[in-house]
């Protein structure tokens, strides 16, 4: 069974850093996208950023840009969001999901995180920025 495990959200305050991490475990990832999206009270849900471990490409999103990084530790079957200079516009529920992406199933991460392309979704953990 493919389990997502989120960890590292809590409460910072704006200008603050936190880094997130996604374990996973129940199967091998190196043919995955893992990413990371948020939710907003009130909000749609976002993609943050992704990562395919088959081709190496990374996707943020506009506002994360140059703020947050996405990385992964094949030994640990982890990936990791590191985020700087937090902002309480990034206070969310944020959640870790993986999803096949070669063969049929691949897309061009650059263009952008694709939730209906994940196949396992983490329970999220929550980001509290406070001003």
Same mark, same amino acid.
């Given at each position: ?29 190196? $043919? ?28 943020? !999103? !506009?506002?994360?840009? $140059? ?42 991460? !650059? ?13 999220? !953990? ?6």
């Amino acid at each position: 069974e493919v389990q997502l495990v989120e960890s590292g959200g809590g409460v910072v305050q704006a200008g603050g850093s936190l880094r997130l991490s996604c374990a996973a475990s129940g199967s091998t990832f190196d $043919d995955h996208a893992i990413g990371w999206f948020r939710q907003a009270p009130g909000k749609e849900r976002e993609g943050v950023s992704c990562i395919s471990l088959s081709d190496g490409n990374t996707y943020y !999103t !506009t506002s994360v840009m $140059d703020r947050f990084a996405i990385s992964s530790d094949d030994a640990k079957n982890t990936v990791y969001l590191q985020m700087n200079s937090l902002s309480p516009e990034d206070t969310a529920v944020y959640y870790c999901a993986a999803g096949l992406h070669t063969g049929g199933y691949y897309y061009p991460i !650059t263009e952008g995180c694709v939730a209906g392309a994940m196949h396992y979704w983490g329970k999220g !953990t929550l980001v509290n920025v406070s001003s």
